[in-house]
């Protein structure tokens, strides 16, 4: 199984990013995805979280509209677009592959800098 984020950067406040998640190992369609954040001193939080069809999706109570999860089955990727991004927002961000109610395998990681 490999999770293999990109397109993170530094971005100012109010711009936006799109986030991938490229994928391999595993049957992307079979299994429900998300992208969780950490910044420096903090715990990892869940950003958002998608079915296997790409059907319903749910969202931390922080992104308040600003983002987007998707994914394209055909392609085993996964995608996060943000919006209005605020310096709280900085932060290494994570594609996470679930099983059993639980993350099981994590990328890398891509950063995320909002900064002026």
């Known amino acids: 199984v490999q999770l293999v984020e990109s397109g993170g950067g530094l971005v100012q406040p109010g711009g936006s990013l799109r986030l991938s998640c490229a994928t391999s190992g595993f049957t992307f369609r079979y299994y429900v995805m998300s992208w969780y954040r950490q910044a420096p001193g903090e715990e990892r939080e869940m950003v958002a979280i998608?079915?296997?069809?790409?059907?319903?999706?749910k969202y931390g109570d922080f992104v308040q509209g600003r983002f987007k999860i998707s994914r394209d089955n055909a392609k085993n990727a996964l995608f996060l677009q943000m919006n209005t991004l605020k310096p709280e927002d900085t932060a290494m961000y994570y594609c996470?592959?679930?099983?059993?109610?639980?993350?099981?395998?994590w990328g890398q990681g891509t950063q995320v800098t909002v900064s002026s």
């Open positions: 998608i079915t296997k069809d790409g059907g319903v999706a």
């Open positions: 996470a592959r679930h099983n059993d109610g639980r993350a099981d395998y």
